[in-house]
């Protein structure tokens, strides 16, 4: 039995002490396992996650799956067009309700039939009316929050803290007000890949611009990367650059990127492809990484496409190799701690306040 109370309590002390002493996480919470499990089960599986685009749902009965925070989740569009969500799961022994993606009317478990509504009341429980006590409206289909953004589906299994729009207002204004939100942008492709880093690696990578310099060259011959001449500021759920192109290349638009707590990033030329990636955890030391590919409907594929492959072969190339070559040392056990430069990586430290706000609120 894991003593989920105490290692909260020991958490919060150790990130109330790196953040005191502007220092990073300590070293182990990059590759221990129950670190992971306690973040896996009280960080992801307490926020609103993206789960892909949800833009083929346009029928009454489309639904799709998908996974957040390891718990497998549906997402359908009822008859009468509104988005539900529910842990995909039958209420009787546990079967997932729903494979893949598809049209339905009802959804019916393929395991002992017991059938729910799109709105995941239990119609039927088969030879149910031989058992006196047995309640149907007790056995619905467990309901999840689902938001939008554009084309773009969240989930969040948890009834407790802000609505989408809510939690997201500054980051939606702020994205959308710069021409790299997604709101007016369809979806266009997914890349998928493994690497060997946790997930907070990879988010410290993402939130500083401290390292561009020397781990992005070519980027560099086109953008300001200086830690002087690029923008880095920090807003309630999410941190934020812009790189400006150098005057040799004015007419390339600006680099944005936002880390967004917990675990996913926003990416973007401005007001031409923009991505969103998020992080799931494997274990302490791999996550899968999945990118969503956006664009506004004049750009064709050939710039997608040139898009994709400059972001995943160079940036996001370049960001994995210092990545893995930072978690090849912390599964070594060398790492203890280093320090934060305010001048240069306070995003990095607004990280850690963002998360310890998340402890300090979690109810366990
Ligand atoms: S597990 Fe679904 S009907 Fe038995
Ligand atoms: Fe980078």
Redesign the pocket.
């Given at each position: 039995m894991h003593d989920d109370r105490a290692l909260r309590v020991q958490m919060l002390a150790e990130i109330d002490s790196a953040i005191e002493r502007k220092v990073s996480f300590p070293g182990y919470w990059y590759g221990d396992e129950e670190i992971s499990r306690f973040e896996q089960k009280y960080v992801m599986a307490r926020r609103w996650q993206p789960i892909g685009p949800v833009n083929g749902l346009v029928n009454p009965g489309d639904y799709l799956t998908a996974t957040v925070a390891e718990v497998p989740i549906v997402v359908i569009r009822d008859k009468d067009g509104t988005l539900r969500g529910f842990v995909n799961m039958?209420r009787?022994?546990?079967?997932p309700v729903a494979k893949d993606s598809g049209n339905c009317t009802v959804f019916m478990?393929r395991?002992?039939?017991?059938t729910y509504r799109q709105d995941g009341s239990l119609i039927k429980a088969p030879r149910s009316e031989r058992e006196a006590a047995f309640d149907p409206a007790n056995y619905g289909l467990l309901p999840i929050r689902v938001g939008l953004w554009g084309d773009l589906g969240f989930a969040n299994l948890q009834f407790d803290g802000p609505a989408f729009e809510e939690e997201f207002a500054t980051l939606i204004r702020i994205a959308e007000e710069n021409q790299i939100g997604i709101a007016k942008m369809s979806y266009r492709k997914t890349l998928v890949w493994e690497q060997a880093c946790n997930w907070k690696t990879f988010m410290d990578n993402t939130a500083d611009c401290y390292h561009c310099r020397l781990v992005h060259p070519t980027m560099g011959t086109t953008h300001k990367t200086d830690p002087d001449d690029y923008v880095n500021e920090s807003y309630d759920t999410f941190a934020f650059h812009i790189s400006h192109s150098r005057e040799n290349h004015a007419n390339m638009p600006a680099w944005m990127a936002c880390g967004v707590w917990p675990n996913w990033t926003l990416q973007a030329m401005q007001g031409r492809v923009s991505n969103i990636r998020i992080l799931e955890i494997v274990n302490a030391n791999r996550i899968r990484v999945r990118t969503d590919f956006f664009a506004p409907p004049t750009i064709g594929e050939p710039e997608v496409e040139e898009a994709a492959d400059w972001y995943h072969k160079l940036v996001y190339g370049e960001d994995r190799v210092v990545c893995e070559g930072v978690a090849r040392n912390i599964m070594g056990g060398r790492f203890e701690e280093g320090p934060i430069f305010l001048g240069s990586e306070k995003v990095m430290q607004d990280f850690q306040i963002r998360y310890r706000q998340h402890l300090q609120d979690l109810k366990i």
């Open positions: 039958c009787h022994r546990g079967h478990c395991y002992h039939g017991w």
